[in-house]
């Protein structure tokens, strides 16, 4: 079992930047990737961003460029780093880990509202 404590949400300008973090405990070492996911009202949760344990970041194409994800082994934390926001990234981000067998495990949200 994971468990993923969010933090780091918030309102903000546009142009603005915010760092999410999730904190995972619990069976850290079965982990195999993280990623955040966001969700819009009315639209369908998204990934915005994921990197595997020792691999390389993918990103969703909006946000190239302006967010970068990363992990901290020695905290077992992983970030996003939102950087030139735009309202089009208001969202509730979640922060998700995923297994070497295949289970995923999902924090409880966070709210980014983005101001124009």
């Known amino acids: 079992q994971v468990q993923l404590v969010e933090s780091g949400g918030g309102l903000v300008q546009a142009g603005g930047s915010l760092r999410l973090s999730c904190a995972a405990s619990?069976?850290?070492?079965?982990?195999?990737?993280m990623g955040w996911y966001r969700q819009a009202p009315g639209k369908q949760r998204e990934l915005v961003a994921a990197?595997?344990?020792?691999?390389?970041?993918n990103y969703l194409q909006s946000v190239k460029g302006r967010f970068t994800i990363s992990i901290h082994n020695a905290n077992n934390t992983v970030y996003l780093q939102m950087n030139n926001l735009k309202p089009e990234d208001t969202a509730v981000y979640y922060c998700t880990a995923r297994e070497y067998l295949g289970d995923d495990y999902w924090g409880q949200g966070t709210q980014v509202t983005v101001s124009s």
């Open positions: 990197i595997p344990r020792g691999g390389s970041a």
């Open positions: 619990g069976s850290i070492f079965s982990i195999m990737a």
